[in-house]
């Protein structure tokens, strides 16, 4: 933040930096945070849901993409 505050940058655009920075932190706590209280398995199935949600309305085929890659990663049904 100081070498912000030494540039010849604007004062408005110091303090955007200094709210982004506060709101920054916080944020990157909690998701590391959850990283560190979930399970593999919940992890996963938050990826599956995740690739699910994306390939709605897609193509048989990229669905069974998507399977034939977490059949291989263990975690097929």
Do not use: F
Not at 6 to 15: D, F, K, P, W
Not at 37 to 48: D, I, K
């Amino acid at each position: 933040m100081r070498g912000v505050a030494e540039s010849s940058a604007l004062q408005e655009t110091i303090l955007i930096a200094g709210a982004a920075g506060v709101v920054a932190g916080p944020i990157a706590w909690d998701e590391g945070g959850y990283g560190q209280v979930c399970s593999p398995s919940e992890v996963e199935l938050a990826g599956m849901g995740r690739e699910t949600r994306k390939l709605t309305g897609q193509t048989h085929e990229e669905m069974r993409d998507v399977a034939t890659t977490y059949r291989e990663l263990g975690t097929g049904r």
